[in-house]
C-alpha cells in the first residue's frame, strides 16, 4: 500500500529551481523545495528550525494502530516527557481509500497536536495487510510502485487529498510537518519493472503529485539499507531528478530472532555508518529514519516480552550510543509505542498485538528500563548543543585509554570548546567488566581520568562518556568543573575532591544513596543509573500557543450512516483484493459426480471449511507460510442427488494479505489471497457451476461511513449493524490548534 510518512520538521532552501521529466510522452515539471520556504535550513550537521539547530529524537507512533484519539494525547505526553522532539507517523492508504475515488480525511486532529513529525505515504510495509495497499488496487494491470499509468492515476486522488492536507499543517503556516517523506523503502525489486528500478522517473512523479498538492516542505527518504538511493547528487541511469533533499536509511541491526533473546549475533554493530554517510550523502546531515526500536513476532513465537528483552536497554546503550558515535542528528525510533492490529489490519505474518517490544507497552504503560534508559540519553543530547556541529573521527584502540580491549570515538567539537568520546568494548558482545583510565588533550593540558584514585569502570553491554552524574552499581566515576571554587559535599559522603588548575575534581563509586556536592554555584546530584531514570529535564518558559481543547461527541452506534441497500455479492474475479474471512458459493444442478477437486490458496493459519448441501463437508487448518496452496479432492458428496440443485458454501478465514516485499512492485501474488485458484466438477463443464462471494463489495462500499469499513464477512445491512464493528478505522479528535501561522516561536519551544 502507499504509506505516507512525515516529520513535522523542515528543511530550507537556497535557490528556486524546476526539472523537466518524461512520462508516457508527457512532459511534467517537478519543482524543488529550494526557496519555497525558509523557515528550516540543514547542512551537513543537522537540522535547523527558525535558525535554531535541533537534535531531532523521534520516535514511531501509528495512530490506526491505537483507533481512540482521546488517547492520543497519553501517547504524546510520555513521547514528550522522554526528551523527544518529534514523532513520525504512517499515513494507511487502504483506511483513507477502502473505495476507491473516496478518500476520508479525518486525521486533522492528529497533525493538530503534535510539534514536529514526518508523514509517510503509500507503500508502508509496517507489517500491515498488503503493505498498506488497499485491496482493490489489485484490479489494475500495470504493476506497483512503477511509472505505469493506470497505477500512478491510481494513486492522484489519494495524495492529491492527502498531501493537501499535509500542506495546510505545514510549520510554515503554524502547523507541525517540518518534512515529508514521498515514498517508502524503495530500495530493491527482482523482476521486469516499466522503466526499469530504480525509477527516477517514478520517483519525480510522486514527488511532483506532493508540490502539486502545496507541500513545500523538503522531501526525506528512507532506504531499507544504507545504498545512497536518490541522495543528493546520486545519479541514478544518467539522472537525478528523482533525487530528494536529504537522505535517510533505515538499520534493524539485531533482527527479529525474540526466540534467543540473549543472543546478539556477532559482527552486528554496524560501526561503518559515519564513513558510509560521508560517501553517500556529505552534503546532508546523517538520519537515520527507522533504527530499530523493537521487533515483530510471527505465529509460533515466544510473544513481545521476549522481543522486549532482546531490544531492552542494554541494547539501547550499545546501538543507540554507536549511532550518536557516528554522528546521527535525526534519530527515529521504529516503533516507540506499536499498538493492536484491529481487525484485519495486520499482515499474514503476525497476530492481533503490535507490541513490538517498544518502550512503551501495547497497554501504554511504562514498564520497561528501556523507556527510561531512552530519557537519560534524549536529556543528555537535549543539553549538549556541540554535538551538533561535532566531527566523527576514526574509532581508535588504545590512543585514549590504557585498555587493548576498548574502543574509542573520538567527536571533536569544530570550533566549540567541547570534544565527545565514545568508549564502547572492542568485542560488543563480551560479558566481562573493563577499568581502564580516559587519557585526553584539553585545554588545560593532557589530562588523566580519573585524576584522584582507581579507574574508570565499563560494564558489560555499557559505555561511558567523559562528564557524566549517574553510573551503574558499584561503577567508579570522575567528574571535574571548572572553576576557582571548591567542593562543599551537602549531602552523602565516600566522595573524594581536589581542586588543581583551575578546576574542581570529584571522584567517587557508585551506590543507591545520594549524595550532593556544591560546586560554586552548582549543585551536583550523583545518583545511580536507576534513580536518574525519575529525573527529568525541565523546558524553559516559551513564547509559543498552548492548544485548546474541544470536546469530542462520539454519536450513539445505533444511529450510523448507512446505505439503503446491501452491496451486490462479488464474483469470485473481484474478491481478491481484501483480508480476512470469505465466503465462496457454488451452485450447480448435481447428477451422479462425485470428484470436487478445489485447488484453495491462503497464507499462514488459515482455516477452511466447506459445506455441500446443508451440510458440513471437510475442513482443514492452514499450511505453513511455505506451502501456501492446497489442492482437496472431495469424494463422494455424501448427500447429492442427481437433478437436485446444490450449494456448495466454502468459508476461508484467512491471515489477512501479504505485504510486499522490500521495494517489491509485484502486481498480484500472495497479496491477493485467500481465493479459489481452480475447480473441477467431474464430467462437467467449468460454467456449470456459477459462484457469487462475499466480502469486497460489502468492504470497498462498506456501511459504516462514520469509522470506515468492516472487517467482517457479513451478508446483510441489519448484520453489519448488529455485529457493531470495532471503531478503528477513523482518526478523529477534538484538539483544537491555537498557534497563530505568523508567531515564530523558538525551535526549542516545539
Known amino acids: 500500500m502507499r504509506f505516507l510518512r512525515a516529520f513535522t520538521a523542515i528543511t530550507c532552501a537556497a535557490q528556486a529551481a524546476a526539472l523537466t521529466i518524461n512520462l508516457g510522452g508527457e512532459k511534467l515539471t517537478v519543482e524543488r523545495d529550494e526557496g519555497l520556504q525558509d523557515v528550516v535550513t540543514y547542512d551537513e550537521h543537522s537540522l535547523k528550525v527558525y535558525g535554531e539547530r535541533l537534535f531531532i529524537f523521534s520516535g514511531e507512533f501509528h495512530p490506526y494502530r491505537l483507533p481512540v484519539p482521546d488517547l492520543w494525547i497519553d501517547i504524546f505526553q510520555k513521547i514528550k516527557s522522554l526528551g523527544f522532539n518529534t514523532v513520525s507517523f504512517y499515513v494507511h492508504w487502504a483506511l483513507v481509500e477502502g473505495n476507491p475515488g473516496h478518500t476520508t480525511l479525518q486525521m486533522e486532529s492528529l497533525l493538530l497536536n503534535l510539534s514536529l513529525m514526518q508523514p509517510k505515504k503509500r507503500y508502508i510495509n509496517a507489517e500491515a495487510a498488503g503493505g498498506g495497499f488497499p ?28 498531501a493537501g492536507l499535509i500542506a495546510k499543517y505545514e510549520i510554515t503556516k503554524g502547523g507541525p510537518i517540518i518534512l515529508y517523506q514521498p515514498e517508502n523503502e524503495y530500495s530493491g525489486y527482482a523482476g521486469y519493472v516499466p522503466g526499469g528500478f530504480p525509477d527516477p522517473v517514478y520517483f519525480a512523479y510522486v514527488k511532483k503529485q506532493a508540490r502539486d498538492a502545496g507541500v513545500t516542505v523538503p522531501f526525506i527518504s528512507n532506504d531499507a539499507w544504507a545504498q545512497g ?16 533533499d536529504i537522505y535517510g536509511h533505515d538499520s534493524y541491526p539485531l533482527g527479529f530472532d525474540c526466540a534467543h533473546p540473549t543472543t546478539w549475533p556477532g559482527s552486528n554493530l554496524p560501526t561503518y555508518f559515519a564513513a558510509t554517510h560521508k560517501d553517500q550523502s556529505p552534503s546532508t546531515f546523517y538520519s537515520l529514519n527507522e533504527f530499530q526500536g523493537g521487533a515483530f513476532d510471527p505465529w509460533g513465537g515466544l510473544g513481545f516480552q521476549a522481543c522486549a528483552q532482546l531490544l531492552n536497554e542494554q541494547f539501547e546503550r550499545v546501538f543507540y550510543k554507536n549511532d550518536f558515535a557516528s554522528g546521527v542528528t535525526l534519530l527515529n525510533l521504529y516503533m516507540l509505542y506499536g499498538g493492536t492490529n484491529w481487525g484485519n489490519l495486520g499482515h499474514s505474518g503476525g497476530y492481533t498485538s503490535y507490541d513490538y517490544g517498544s518502550a512503551i507497552t501495547e497497554n501504554r504503560e511504562l514498564t520497561r528500563e528501556k523507556y527510561s534508559e531512552l530519557k537519560l540519553e534524549a536529556n543528555f543530547l537535549k543539553v549538549s548543543p556541540a554535538y551538533l556541529t561535532a566531527t566523527v ?41 573493563a577499568n581502564y583510565k580516559l587519557n585526553l588533550k584539553t585545554s588545560q593540558g593532557d589530562l588523566t581520568i580519573p585524576q584522584l584514585k582507581g579507574s574508570l569502570t565499563l560494564s558489560e553491554f555499557d559505555d561511558k562518556t567523559a562528564l557524566v552524574v549517574y553510573g551503574g552499581p558499584n561503577e567508579a566515576h570522575e567528574l571535574a568543573v571548572v572553576t576557582k571554587s571548591s567542593a562543599q559535599i551537602v549531602e552523602g559522603s565516600g566522595i573524594t575532591t581536589k581542586s588543581t588548575n583551575g578546576s574542581t575534581i570529584l571522584n567517587w563509586e557508585t551506590s543507591a544513596t545520594r549524595r550532593v556536592v556544591k560546586v560554586g554555584s552548582v549543585f551536583v546530584y550523583i545518583l545511580d543509573r536507576n534513580s536518574a531514570f525519575i529525573w527529568q529535564t525541565l523546558l524553559e518558559p516559551t513564547n509559543g500557543y498552548l492548544p485548546g481543547l474541544s470536546q469530542t461527541k462520539t454519536p450513539p452506534t445505533t444511529s450510523f450512516s448507512t446505505r439503503s441497500s446491501p452491496p451486490p455479492s462479488s464474483t469470485a474475479q473481484t474478491t481478491d483484493t481484501a483480508p480476512g474471512s470469505f465466503i465462496f458459493r457454488g451452485h450447480f444442478t448435481a447428477s451422479r459426480q462425485r470428484i470436487l477437486p478445489l485447488p484453495l490458496h491462503a497464507r499462514w493459519l488459515c482455516l477452511w471449511l466447506l459445506h455441500l448441501a446443508q451440510l458440513h463437508y471437510i475442513s482443514a487448518p492452514g499450511a505453513a507460510p511455505t506451502t501456501p496452496n492446497r489442492t482437496t479432492a472431495l469424494t463422494p458428496c455424501p448427500t447429492s442427488k442427481p437433478a437436485q440443485n446444490t450449494s456448495s458454501p466454502i468459508l476461508i478465514d484467512n491471515k489477512q494479505l501479504d505485504s510486499t516485499k522490500t521495494g517489491s512492485s509485484r502486481r498480484r501474488g500472495n497479496e491477493i489471497a485467500p481465493r479459489i485458484l481452480n475447480y473441477v466438477l467431474a464430467g462437467r463443464p467449468k460454467d456449470a457451476i456459477t459462484w457469487n462471494s462475499r466480502a469486497t463489495s460489502a468492504r470497498e462500499q462498506y456501511i459504516d461511513q462514520v469509522r470506515g469499513p468492516s472487517t467482517k464477512a457479513v451478508s446483510t445491512p441489519s448484520d453489519k449493524a448488529s455485529r457493531n464493528p470495532t471503531p478503528k478505522h477513523r482518526l478523529r479528535m477534538g484538539i483544537q490548534h491555537t498557534a497563530k501561522p505568523e508567531s515564530r516561536a523558538r525551535a526549542s519551544d516545539l
Open 135 to 162: 485491496g482493490w488496487i489489485q484490479r489494475i494491470k500495470g504493476v506497483l510502485r512503477s511509472q505505469a499509468p493506470d497505477y500512478l492515476a491510481a494513486t492522484d486522488n489519494y495524495i492529491a487529498n492527502i
Open 229 to 244: 538511493l536518490f541522495a543528493p547528487g546520486d545519479e541514478v541511469n544518467g539522472s537525478t531528478i528523482g533525487n530528494v
Open 393 to 433: 573521527k576514526s574509532a581508535v584502540i588504545g590512543t585514549y585509554t590504557n585498555s587493548s580491549t576498548l574502543i574509542t570515538t573520538p567527536l571533536f567539537g569544530n570550533g566549540t570548546a567541547t570534544n565527545f568520546y565514545v568508549v564502547r568494548h572492542a568485542d560488543y558482545q563480551t560479558l566481562s567488566l
